[in-house]
Nanobody
C-alpha cells in the first residue's frame, strides 16, 4: 500500500505564493506519474496538474495554467506544487495522487493512490 502525505497548506492572502509538497512511500516512485487535484466545498474533485514519471512532461488545468508549477524530485520521492498569485477560487482541499503508469494523465480514474490532502484557504 502506497502512502502519500501532503503538506504545506494554510491560510494565505490573494496574490501570495504557496508551495505544497507530497511525500510518497512508493519504492518505484520514479516510474509513476503524479498528479494534484482539489476539491472546494460543495464542488466535485477537479484536476489541477500532473507530471510524468521522469518529470519531462506536465499538464495543467486551464484555471491554474501560468500560475501553478508542478515538479518532482525522484531522489527524494517527492512531488511539489508551486502556487503563485493565488486567488480566492483556489481555496480547496488539495490532494496528490499516484497514477497507474508513467504518462501524465488528467482523469482521476487513472490514479490508484491518494493522500489525505492539505487545506488551502485564500482570503481576498
Amino acid at each position: 500500500q502506497v502512502q502519500l502525505v501532503e503538506s504545506g497548506g494554510g491560510l494565505v492572502q490573494a496574490g501570495d505564493s504557496l508551495r505544497l509538497s507530497c511525500a510518497s512511500s512508493e519504492h518505484s516512485f520514479s516510474t509513476y506519474a503524479m498528479g494534484w487535484f482539489r476539491q472546494a466545498p460543495g464542488k466535485e474533485l477537479e484536476f489541477v496538474a500532473t507530471i510524468s514519471a521522469r518529470g519531462s512532461a506536465t499538464h495543467y488545468a486551464p484555471s491554474v495554467n501560468g500560475r501553478f508549477t508542478v515538479s518532482r524530485d525522484n531522489a527524494k520521492n517527492k512531488v511539489s506544487l508551486e502556487m503563485n498569485d493565488v486567488k480566492a477560487e483556489d481555496t480547496a482541499h488539495y490532494y496528490c495522487a499516484q497514477a497507474g503508469g508513467w504518462e501524465e494523465v488528467a482523469h482521476l480514474n487513472d490514479y490508484d493512490y491518494w493522500g489525505q490532502g492539505t487545506q488551502v484557504t485564500v482570503s481576498s
